[in-house]
């Protein structure tokens, strides 16, 4: 008999919960396996023996589908990052006592690509010290950056919203006579895919958004009004998709940085609504879709919360097969029928690194997105799950704020 932990780590998206859903439901299998520990807020619970029950919390097939319906991270997540054992090994002594204690022989971390920095310097660190605990990364992110993976849990469902979203608002903004610019501000830190996802609506025939610009091109506030001029010329009603990742002056984002040092970003939309009102002045107005577009669980993808609960459960199986330091992964086999399998990577391979639009997925002129990335984007935001609404409402499966503390 052993027992297991999960947690979750990073931002928070739709998918992180099924994926969670996805390991429990595949430990309920397994007559070995005895206890679920949910680590509250990430690795910090495993740090700090904060740990809870999940067969007491998750109770029946009813409490498993409202989880796998409700956003962001029910046990609570974190920005933690592991120091370099040569500096301290404090922290690692920590995590090698509780799950000796607990008597956790597998550990199933739902996390980015930092959090398979985690994954990866703990694998290292058990082997050393000839702790036979596995650990297995379980992917997501909404910012749909890992390598290796075809893609990740959580972005299928950020990218539809993205999609629905940029769909109601060109209507919204196409109602006056008066010529316009609308400027949405999409998540995404230095990758382009959730921003460039919004092009799914040229599949539709729409022929906005007409301007998307993402990170990995090279962003000039001079040829971005150029840009949107020669639309204006075109379009009553100017649509813009843009990454809060695009290269812009010190000062424009939001100055905060977290312990991986990423800046929390923000501004890029009211810095270029300002430089239109400055440069073009006519009505403009820009929008961050900010935090909704990765906890509206009402606008998810199904094909996006079953395979976040499948690559959970893959997760369980591969550690019982007794690997460990692997990042469990999407393979596109094929998409006329969309098919994927899961297989594994090394952690060491994602953790830390970036994956991004590849060239072909951008047009020449680096401000709009090409045809040939619709076909990778539209099965990811197929589909819609049975949401079980109460009093008009969505509900959530929730955990009470005093269990967790
Ligand atoms: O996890 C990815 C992400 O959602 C990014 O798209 C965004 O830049 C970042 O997290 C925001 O992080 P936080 O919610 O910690 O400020």
């Given at each position: 008999m052993m027992n297991i932990a999960v947690a979750q780590s990073g931002g928070p998206t739709c998918a992180i919960n099924a994926s969670l859903v996805g390991v429990f439901r595949e430990a309920l299998k397994v007559p070995d396996i005895d206890a679920v520990f949910g680590s509250v807020n990430g690795i910090e619970g495993i740090i700090n023996n904060h740990l809870v029950d999940m067969k007491s919390l998750i109770k029946s097939t009813e409490d498993m589908e409202l989880l796998k319906q409700t956003p962001s991270t029910v046990l609570g997540s974190c920005r933690y990052k592991l120091p370099d054992r040569q500096d301290d090994d404090s922290v690692y002594r920590k995590i090698a006592n509780t799950l000796i204690q607990r008597q956790i022989g597998a550990f199933f971390y739902i996390g980015?690509?930092?959090?398979?920095d985690t994954v990866n310097k703990l694998s290292e660190y058990f082997r050393e010290i000839s702790l036979d605990v596995k650990i297995i990364g379980i992917p997501k992110t909404i910012d749909n950056d890992l390598c290796i993976t075809d893609h990740t849990p959580g972005f299928g469902s950020a990218a539809k919203y993205v999609a629905v979203t940029m769909h109601e608002i060109i209507r919204d903004s196409s109602v006056y006579s008066m010529p316009s610019?609308?400027?949405?501000?999409?998540?995404g830190r230095h990758a382009g895919w959730l921003t460039a996802s919004s092009a799914v609506l040229h599949a539709l025939g729409e022929s906005a958004p007409h301007l998307i610009y993402v990170p990995e091109c090279k962003f000039?506030?001079?040829?971005?009004?150029?840009?949107?001029?020669?639309?204006?010329?075109?379009?009553?009603?100017v649509i813009v998709a843009v990454s809060e990742g695009i290269e812009v002056p010190d000062g424009v984002q939001s100055g905060v940085v977290d312990n991986f040092g990423h800046k929390y970003l923000s501004g890029i939309g009211k810095y270029l609504e300002e430089s239109v009102r400055s440069e073009i002045g006519c009505?403009?107005?820009?929008?961050?879709?900010?935090?909704?577009?990765?906890?509206s669980s009402h606008l998810c993808s199904r094909t996006d919360i079953d395979e976040a609960e499948a690559i959970g459960s893959a997760g369980v199986r591969c550690a019982l097969n007794g690997d460990t330091g692997k990042v469990m992964v999407f393979r596109r086999v094929k998409n006329q029928p969309y098919t994927i399998v899961i297989e594994t990577a090394d952690a060491g391979e994602i953790a830390n690194k970036e994956k991004f639009l590849p060239t072909?997925?951008?047009?020449?002129?680096?401000?709009?997105?090409s045809d040939k990335a619709l076909d990778y984007f539209l099965p990811l935001i197929h589909g819609e799950p049975d949401i079980v609404i109460d009093k008009g409402i969505p509900k959530h499966f929730t955990i009470q704020e005093s269990v967790l503390k």
């Amino acid at each position: 008999m052993m027992n297991i932990a999960v947690a979750q780590s990073g931002g928070p998206t739709c998918a992180i919960n099924a994926s969670l859903v996805g390991v429990f439901r595949e430990a309920l299998k397994v007559p070995d396996i005895d206890a679920v520990f949910g680590s509250v807020n990430g690795i910090e619970g495993i740090i700090n023996n904060h740990l809870v029950d999940m067969k007491s919390l998750i109770k029946s097939t009813e409490d498993m589908e409202l989880l796998k319906q409700t956003p962001s991270t029910v046990l609570g997540s974190c920005r933690y990052k592991l120091p370099d054992r040569q500096d301290d090994d404090s922290v690692y002594r920590k995590i090698a006592n509780t799950l000796i204690q607990r008597q956790i022989g597998a550990f199933f971390y739902i996390g980015g690509n930092d959090s398979m920095d985690t994954v990866n310097k703990l694998s290292e660190y058990f082997r050393e010290i000839s702790l036979d605990v596995k650990i297995i990364g379980i992917p997501k992110t909404i910012d749909n950056d890992l390598c290796i993976t075809d893609h990740t849990p959580g972005f299928g469902s950020a990218a539809k919203y993205v999609a629905v979203t940029m769909h109601e608002i060109i209507r919204d903004s196409s109602v006056y006579s008066m010529p316009s610019v609308t400027v949405a501000e999409i998540m995404g830190r230095h990758a382009g895919w959730l921003t460039a996802s919004s092009a799914v609506l040229h599949a539709l025939g729409e022929s906005a958004p007409h301007l998307i610009y993402v990170p990995e091109c090279k962003f000039s506030l001079e040829k971005f009004l150029k840009d949107v001029r020669q639309e204006m010329a075109k379009h009553k009603a100017v649509i813009v998709a843009v990454s809060e990742g695009i290269e812009v002056p010190d000062g424009v984002q939001s100055g905060v940085v977290d312990n991986f040092g990423h800046k929390y970003l923000s501004g890029i939309g009211k810095y270029l609504e300002e430089s239109v009102r400055s440069e073009i002045g006519c009505k403009v107005r820009s929008i961050e879709l900010n935090v909704m577009q990765r906890c509206s669980s009402h606008l998810c993808s199904r094909t996006d919360i079953d395979e976040a609960e499948a690559i959970g459960s893959a997760g369980v199986r591969c550690a019982l097969n007794g690997d460990t330091g692997k990042v469990m992964v999407f393979r596109r086999v094929k998409n006329q029928p969309y098919t994927i399998v899961i297989e594994t990577a090394d952690a060491g391979e994602i953790a830390n690194k970036e994956k991004f639009l590849p060239t072909e997925f951008v047009n020449k002129e680096g401000n709009n997105i090409s045809d040939k990335a619709l076909d990778y984007f539209l099965p990811l935001i197929h589909g819609e799950p049975d949401i079980v609404i109460d009093k008009g409402i969505p509900k959530h499966f929730t955990i009470q704020e005093s269990v967790l503390k």
